[in-house]
């Protein structure tokens, strides 16, 4: 089974969408829909009681805390679930959802750990936010992640199992949660990234700010940290 967990904050035009076109891919094997709302004000919460009422495989959750995160919502929400794959989108339609199939397969068929679908950074619409992309890749560099081509995606599949067990590591805050579990990651774990179109968000608005990029940077010098008292660690074990 596999459960798509997607994060929400005020994104009421999508939301019945969404759940068409994840209908539409008709796809092979059992799956539940859970949204995680960061208490959105827009009658977001309206639709989703609708659509728990109309859908045996739907929940949603609502995350009543004051300050709005991504990362926490998708902690948050992992804890009350327990399918064998878990996998994470947004819900502004920015990643291509026609993928979704050929990544299950992949995960399962192929037994890989996780799958991400890499954007092409060159093809991201807004200058600020793929000049962003592709410093963020840098940074991830930096802190250790030298492996991945697009480790800022929010667009993957991992084993739930997997995920639970890094999950407590996972502290910091911020909009990409992707970089702190490739952080923690076993060096021997099976990844495997698929090329994604990345699209301009149709409706809703961007969540893309500075506090979006101060968090970054905090979540990757602490990253850094954790790489370097990882290193002073292993190699006073071989002293």
Known sequence: MITFLIPTFREKENINLLVSNIDKLKISYHYNIYFVDDNSNDGSIDIFNELSKNYN??????RKNNKRDLTKSILEGLENINSDYVFILDCDFQHELEKIPEMINIIIKQEFDLVIGKRDLNDIKSYLRRSFSKLGV??????GIKRIEDPLSGFFIIKTDLFKSLSKKITTSGFKILISIIFYLKKNSRIYEIPIDFKKRQFGYSKF???????FVIQILYLKYQDIKNNVINQQGYK
């Open 209 to 215: 700010s500075l506090k979006v990029i101060f968090l």
């Open 57 to 62: 495989n739907i929940r949603y959750h609502i």
């Open 138 to 143: 840098k940074f991830a560099y930096f802190s």
